[in-house]
């Protein structure tokens, strides 16, 4: 084999590789430190000794201190003040976990119990996710939220932007195909079904500050493979969306919304 001459190559990652990493955390540790918290939050292996409880959480609030300073120090972020805030909201987003599983063992017939729904639920998996990375958004962190939605996303089938704004309790049943985009806003008490998605009505990059998904309202129901665009887009609250519809535009609280396609059955009989 002949000897080729690498050295522009290696010269050119060093340099690209040295200024991304700097600013970017390790998906590795970002994703083994997410594990950790959910494992503490919802055992699914084995329970800690009641004496070891402290002493876990310690260890995750360090891990998620450390992978912050990997790549936003300096950057003007008191990493302090964000783990302590962090760690501070910990029971608040627990307590709406339970209550995100709550609602899909309560609606869902194939489900047996709240357990149930927390250890083998694609959906519930997601919400978790989601609403962990959503308070590091609210701290002001950047790219760690989204290295763990992403990475839900890959598990689940079920993708949430961090950014997106969704009230206790929500429900995701199935979940397989579900997107929620950045500026999305999801009232208390919604459910939505697989394939669903709320998005943007175009794409650019000069509405990065704009709102560009839709508002859903409290109480509302979101069927299967349903599209739903634009950030003037309102979903009125206690309203009902039926499968496969498209919409792109404002639909009035209390109101129910369906395909109006047809399907004929023809028996063997009929048919000469």
């Avoid at 990652?13 to 040295?18: P, V």
């Avoid at 608040?92 to 729904?117: F, G, M, T």
Wanted: proline share 4%.
């Amino acid at each position: 084999m002949k000897n080729l001459n690498t050295r522009s190559l290696i010269s050119l990652l060093k340099e690209t590789h040295n200024a991304e990493w700097e600013a970017t955390p390790s998906s590795v540790d970002a994703i083994a430190w997410l594990d950790g918290l959910l494992q503490f939050l919802f055992p699914s292996n084995h329970l800690p000794k009641s004496s070891a409880y402290e002493g876990i959480l310690k260890k995750n609030q360090i891990d998620l201190e450390n992978i912050l300073l990997s790549y936003l120090e300096p950057s003007g972020i008191d990493i302090d003040e964000v783990v302590y805030s962090f760690y501070s909201a910990l029971e608040e987003i627990y307590q709406s976990l339970r209550l995100d599983a709550a609602k899909i063992n309560e609606y869902d017939p194939a489900s047996h119990s709240i357990n149930e729904v927390i250890v083998s639920y694609p959906g519930f998996y997601a919400i978790a996710v989601y609403r962990l990375a959503n308070r590091l958004v609210k701290l002001g962190i950047p790219v760690l939220p989204r290295i763990l939605c992403e990475y839900a996303h890959g598990k689940t089938g079920v993708d949430i932007h961090p950014s997106a704004e969704i009230g206790v309790p929500f429900m995701i049943d199935h979940g397989t195909g579900i997107v929620i985009g950045a500026t999305t806003v999801i009232g208390k008490n919604v459910s939505i079904y697989q394939g669903v998605t709320l998005g943007a009505l175009q794409v650019a990059k000069s509405l990065a500050q704009t709102k560009r998904h839709p508002t859903v309202e409290d109480n509302v129901i979101i069927y299967a493979r349903t599209t739903i665009l634009g950030g003037d887009t309102v979903i009125g609250k206690n309203s009902i969306i039926g499968g496969s519809v498209f919409l792109t535009k404002s639909v009035e609280p209390n109101s129910q919304v369906f395909n109006t396609h047809q399907l004929r059955i023809v028996q063997k009989e009929d048919v000469v």
